[in-house]
């Protein structure tokens, strides 16, 4: 029908009139029919008529002549053809609407157009054909195409540079229209505005940029604090004055930091005045500031200050690169941002009154935490000019100590692992003997629930290399036999009175990668959790102990080795509610419904996933953990003399000797072995190198461990041991000549001993 309408020949619009006429005619004949309550004489004689008729798109209405003017009017550009559209739903002519956007759709307009069409119309009339299902999928491709290609217009650096030239023009006018269409363009502007505002060639023209960057609104909030962290003093003066101006209430708090701060130049601080006095009706003394400050930074150290964050838990938060000259975006986690801002105003609060030792440990707490958050938990924090680790250190032992002891008491195990791992670097052994006969707040560390601080903590006491015995020395090696026990797998232990029910579970958490273990009682759980750090969720079945579920849960959580697992409560029905009471008093617990169906592993491994979120320990990362773990064992064994009277290795032998089997750790695990100085540790270096089923490279450490620890230790094998290692080295005739040489260096070890002790 579209094609009639575009013909403008007389004999043309006489056809088109007649078809009219007949559609008009053949619309009334069926309303009068309607009203008469009669059909048509077509569906009368229409044998098919008495059966229900087959659901159809409604036909629409007839042409009216203000459709034939739309059509008839022959549009042909883009604009004409989208609004001509538009008009045509106004008039309910869907048909003929989505033909004249097929139309737009096959002209392809290129950017430019598309620009061209959003300045001259807006973007209502696009948004409306999206929505309007009618036209579907026409309209929403149309809105789609032009949208996109005009945002990417907008944004093109061409352009952008040309406005931003424009703000230098004599009018006012058109400065004020190179500002709008600057916001308009969104973040890809701000940054170019802010790059001229660090340059002091165009200082005549700052104050237009500025004036262009309120234009943003309080889309300019997050830079311009963003902004604030340049050290030039300047550039921190106009995102104050830009805040003033778009009056943005979100940066009161920083606005108040900066005035009350006394590191701040004048200039700087009376511009944090004024654009408080813009947002503000009064603004806080120096002493209500303070208090502010602290309670923000209280309550953003604690997690109960919530920032404004996505559906992914995601908040952005932009920051100035000062060589560079750039202020950029950059996405954190939740958790991370607020620990980056909470560090940022307790610096404020610090340099607010510097003698004020409370401020001073907040500071040193936020700022660890945030240092270590952004850094990575698991990677030792940087050190350098500025960096956190340098700040802190600067300090002295005794305040990062301090930040130690209350971290751990306030519960932030993040800022205490930080405080940890300087205070490995920058203490002495007299900290370990402060708090005789009581362990130090170092050795209490070692027995903290969270595993990344037990660690940071015992790595720290081994670098302070003490020489005489302490309080809480036990718990060292005891850790470190415990990390140095996992594998870098993942792994889920399944209690269950009945084993083939356990064994059920365990073999749909194998099918999706994890290595699955059984137990039939509470106490037989509690043997088995300790062993491994590799444990990632315990699966408990509410009947395991029938009156004891909630102890057994307590005793989970008491010790430190199992005080962050994840556990699932295994409950039918009938125990239901009872599991859920139980989880509810314990944030790394929930129910699951019992019996487990196909599939059931790898839901019940999503949900308490959940659980541990951004806590968990990755496998790689444990496997690293363990590697250095043996690495510290090692360098216990090999010390002095006097730190055999400071720790027992001996009951971390089996530990490393599990580490021997795996690839990962087979090097350090053998060289712990060498200097262990054990007979079942020289045994098992002699096993692990004689025999074949090991890789090469392994076999090749357990033979080098052990000629070090003869060398230290002298032979410490039996007679027997050592005839039955000659009859493997006369079997190996047929073995590889690789085989062979590390059969020959075992026994070369052994005879090099015995000639020197002739």
């Known amino acids: 029908m579209i094609a009639d309408y575009n013909h403008s020949e007389t004999a043309t619009m006489k056809n088109t009139t007649w078809i009219t006429s007949c559609v008009l005619g053949l619309a009334l004949l069926g309303l009068c029919c309607q009203a008469h309550g009669q059909k048509p004489a077509a569906d009368a004689a229409d044998p098919m008529a008495a059966k229900p008729a087959e659901k159809t798109e409604p036909l629409p209405p007839p042409p009216t002549a203000a459709v034939r003017a739309i059509v008839d009017s022959e549009p042909t550009s883009v604009e004409e053809l989208v609004v001509a559209a538009y ?7 869907p048909q003929l609407s989505r033909e004249m956007l097929a139309r737009v759709l096959a002209a392809k307009p290129d950017a430019k157009t598309c620009f061209q069409f959003i300045q001259q119309n807006g973007s209502q009339m696009l948004l409306r054909l999206q929505a309007d299902k009618r036209v579907a999928p026409q309209g929403l491709q149309v809105a789609r195409l032009i949208l996109d290609s005009a945002d990417q217009a907008s944004r093109d650096p061409a352009r952008l540079a040309r406005l931003i030239e ?3 023009d004599p009018s006012a006018q058109q400065r004020g229209f190179a500002a709008v269409d600057l916001a308009s363009a969104g973040m890809d502007a701000l940054p170019l505005l802010v790059k001229k505002l660090a340059d002091p060639a165009e200082q005549k023209f700052h104050a237009n940029f500025r004036a262009a960057l309120a234009q943003f609104g309080s889309a300019a909030a997050a830079p311009m604090l963003g902004l604030m962290e340049s050290s030039d003093a300047t550039l921190k003066r106009h995102a104050i004055v830009v805040l003033g101006q778009i009056k943005s209430s979100d940066s009161v708090i920083y606005l108040i930091g900066t005035l009350a701060s006394r590191s701040e130049p004048k200039r700087v601080r009376e511009a944090a005045y004024r654009s408080l006095r813009q947002i503000l009706d009064d603004v806080p003394r120096r002493n209500q500031a303070e208090r502010m400050l602290e309670r923000r930074v209280t309550t953003m150290i604690d997690g109960s200050h919530r920032l404004a964050a996505d559906l992914e838990n995601q908040v952005v938060l932009w920051h100035f690169d000062e060589r560079a000259k750039l202020l950029a975006p950059k996405t954190y986690h939740h958790d991370d941002a607020q620990a980056i801002l909470a560090a940022r105003l307790a610096r404020d609060l610090h340099l607010a009154g ?11 707490t936020a700022m660890l935490k945030a240092a270590a958050l952004v850094t990575g938990r698991d990677k030792p924090l940087p050190t350098g000019r500025g960096s956190a680790f340098d700040i802190a250190a600067s300090f002295k032992v005794d305040a990062v100590e301090t930040v130690l002891v209350n971290a751990m008491k306030n519960n932030q195990p993040v800022a205490a692992a930080a405080a940890a791992q300087i205070l490995g670097q920058i203490g002495t052994p007299n900290l370990l003997y402060r708090n005789q006969p009581k362990p130090s707040p170092l050795a209490l560390a070692v027995r903290h629930r969270d595993s990344r601080l037990r660690f940071a903590a015992a790595e720290a006491i081994v670098k302070l290399k003490p020489s005489q015995p302490f309080a809480g020395s036990s718990y060292v090696p005891e850790a470190l036999g415990y990390f140095a026990g996992s594998a870098g797998q993942r792994r889920v232990l399944v209690a269950h009175r009945s084993i083939e029910r ?5 073999g749909e958490f194998a099918a999706i990668g994890f290595d699955a273990d059984v137990v039939t009682s509470g106490r037989d759980l509690m043997r088995k959790a300790v062993t491994s750090p590799d444990y990632e969720m315990l699966l408990i079945s509410m009947t395991i102990d029938r009156t004891t579920i909630g102890y057994l849960l307590q005793d989970i959580r008491r010790d430190p080795r199992t005080a962050q697992v994840a556990v699932g409560l295994l409950a039918t029905e009938a125990h239901y509610d009872r599991a859920e009471r139980i989880a509810r008093g314990d944030s790394l617990s929930i ?3 019992w019996p487990p169906t196909p599939g059931s592993g790898d839901y019940y491994a999503k949900r308490m996933g959940r659980l541990l979120q951004r806590n968990q320990i990755a496998p790689d990362v444990r496997i690293q ?8 064992l090692a360098e216990l064994a090999d010390g ?5 009277k400071i720790y027992d290795l001996t009951r971390q032998q089996p530990a490393v ?6 690839p990962q750790l087979s090097e350090p695990a053998s060289a712990t072995l060498g200097k262990l100085g054990t007979p079942a540790a020289q045994r098992k270096l002699v096993d692990v190198a004689s025999q074949t089923l090991f890789p090469l490279a392994a076999r090749r450490h357990a033979a080098r461990a052990f000629g070090q620890s003869i060398r230290k230790h002298g032979v410490l094998l039996t007679k027997d041991e050592i005839l039955r290692q000659y009859d493997r080295y006369n079997a190996s005739e047929k073995l590889s000549k690789e085989t062979q040489i590390v059969l020959a260096q075992v026994l070369d070890s052994i005879e090099l001993r015995a000639r020197r002790e002739e």
């Open 166 to 168: 424009q703000l230098k």
């Open 502 to 506: 356990a064994r059920t579970l365990a």
């Open 354 to 364: 510097p003698e004020n030792v409370d401020h001073r440990q907040m500071y040193l």
């Open 87 to 93: 008009q045509l739903t106004i008039h309910d002519q």
């Open 591 to 593: 129910t699951l419904p």
């Open 640 to 644: 002095a003399e006097e730190r055999a």
């Open 657 to 662: 000797l599990r580490a021997v089997f795996v």
């Open 625 to 632: 953990r363990a590697r250095r773990a043996l690495e510290l």
